[in-house]
């Protein structure tokens, strides 16, 4: 949940308020979020690989959990809460506040993804895991949209446009952080009492920066994982992109009111529920791989399958009644096979964490999550990056009225959306196909792994009584 309300105000509102509100140019909001991504490539995997080797009394996880909990909400915070500053100010505010804030979620994030494939081994309570936690990671990020767009983003006298409210941005801030501290703070208080039964960190040795990127890479070096990680780098800059873009899209290119824009965030929690219940079921009747490859075969024709018709004339005009059950219908589906993709996607990681241990004799569930991670991220920072270059390509007006953009931009920037998320998710569905991980390779490598440890009990066990 804490993942994902900062998630959903990177994703959705982060564009909308700096280059709509504030007043920064939106290429340059887009840099700067890349910006901070690229420092991303370099901090999420030595804090997988800390938090993979890590020695204390708390396990390897936790005190990189509790260490997140006040510096990820007050630079939260202080995001949406920006001084008075010049453009050019501006611009360094943001990109020091999304740096800061990107590092310190890692700080989180990555140890609490790890716990996953360390409470269960089992090929499908794994997934399970996972469609539980995106559900709570959707219906956090979903919760404060809601509120923003029932609340917060309303139509004032001072502020005619509810999207460009700012008041109701810092309010955001106030409660969102707020929400991510305590977030984080039941999710590592209700996991702690299960350190006594996580594996132990490896025995204390001194290592260089050289020699945790070496090994980061060595354990990083699988066919599977590389065509797990090229997807969902692909997959998260689709994510990105629709998300920066949605409610542009909803505002001006659908010209849907405010209660509409209500009820539409309304039904993600719908959308969340059945991607909770789908995952599973999936697993079961199709395995991971192929599970993956047909929800994103048909989630992904159906996403950008409205703004097409839209642009050959084939959708009802805007204000015709029919177009919102139909766009919201689409959607809602759409959605929940997504988040049940997502959930599958991220227990195939998890299933790569006993294969790497055979390979490379280390745990390393940090480094995996790390990555995983980062494409996480990578949802606004390429995605939020492709977005404001679409925007000033199409040269949408800054802190237009509804009726003030031409169809002619608002046709420029369909065409420019839909083609751009199917080459993203294309590329995706390809990725996946090189992953090799089935059910019985997973049984095999957990098995591999008890004759393994067996022997080496064997060994100290003998080893002891020499001593003796």
């Keep these: ?28 909001v887009g840099l700067a979020i890349f910006i901070a991504l690229v420092v991303d490539a370099i901090s999420d995997p030595v804090v997988g690989y800390l938090s993979d080797n890590w020695r204390s009394r708390w396990g390897r996880r ?5 260490a997140a ?36 979620i890692t700080f989180y994030e990555t140890p609490s993804s790890s716990l996953m494939p360390e409470l269960s081994q089992d090929y499908d309570e794994r997934t399970k895991l996972q469609a539980w936690r995106l559900y709570f990671g959707w219906t956090g990020g979903n919760l404060m949209s809601v509120l923003m767009f029932g609340v917060l983003l309303v139509a004032t006298d001072k502020y005619p446009v509810g999207t460009l409210n700012r008041d109701g941005y810092a309010t ?25 039964h996580f594996h132990a960190p490896p025995p204390r040795r001194k290592i260089g920066l050289g020699t945790i990127f070496k090994e980061v890479f060595e354990t990083l070096g699988d066919r599977s994982f590389f065509a797990l990680f090229i997807a969902t780098l692909f997959g998260a800059v689709a994510s990105g992109l629709s998300a920066a873009l949605a409610f542009l899209m909803l505002t001006y290119f659908w010209g849907f009111s405010g209660g509409q824009i209500f009820l ?3 039904l993600v929690f719908l959308s969340a529920l059945i ?3 789908v995952a599973p079921r999936i697993v079961k009747r199709f395995g991971k791989k192929r599970g993956v490859i047909w929800l994103g075969v048909i989630a992904f ?5 409205p703004v097409i018709l839209r642009l050959i004339g084939l959708m009802p005009a805007n204000g015709d009644p029919l177009l919102f059950p139909i766009v919201a219908t689409i959607n809602t589906i759409d959605v929940a096979l997504i988040i049940a993709l997502q959930a599958v996607l991220y227990s195939m990681i998890a299933d790569l964490v006993e294969q790497s241990e055979l390979r490379t004799g280390r745990r390393s569930e940090g480094v995996f999550f790390a990555a995983v991670t980062f494409t996480r991220k990578a949802t606004q920072g390429l995605g939020a990056f492709s977005a404001g270059l679409i925007l000033s390509f199409v ?55 008890a004759v393994r440890r067996s022997a080496e009990a064997a060994r100290q066990s003998a080893g002891a009584g020499d001593t003796d």
């Excluded at 949940?1 to 290429?27: H, W």
């Excluded at 939260?76 to 804030?101: C, H, K, R, T, V």
């Excluded at 955001?172 to 006594?196: C, D, E, R």
């Design 172 to 196: 955001y801030g106030i409660i969102s952080s707020v929400l991510i501290f305590l977030a984080i703070m039941v999710s590592a208080l209700g996991t702690h009492s299960q350190i006594k």
């Design 62 to 66: 936790h005190p990189f959990m509790y």
């Design 264 to 266: 539409w965030t309304l």
């Design 395 to 449: 040269s949408f007006p800054q802190g237009a009225a509804v009726g003030d953009v031409s169809p002619e931009t608002l046709w420029r920037l369909g065409a420019c959306y839909a083609p751009t998320l199917l080459l993203l998710w294309t590329c995706m569905i390809i990725a996946v196909g090189y992953y090799r991980i089935d059910r019985g390779d997973h049984e095999h490598n957990l098995q591999q792994l």
């Design 1 to 28: 949940m804490a993942y994902g309300v900062k998630d959903a105000g990177f994703g959705y509102f982060l564009l909308l308020f700096y280059g709509t509100v504030v007043g920064v140019e939106p290429g340059l």
């Design 275 to 277: 991607g909770l219940l």
């Design 69 to 104: 909990a006040i510096p990820v909400s007050v630079s939260y915070f202080l995001l949406w809460n920006p001084p008075e500053l010049s453009d050019g100010q501006m611009f360094w505010y943001l990109l020091l506040l999304a740096i800061l804030i990107r590092t310190f």
């Design 301 to 305: 024709t159906m996403a950008p399958a």
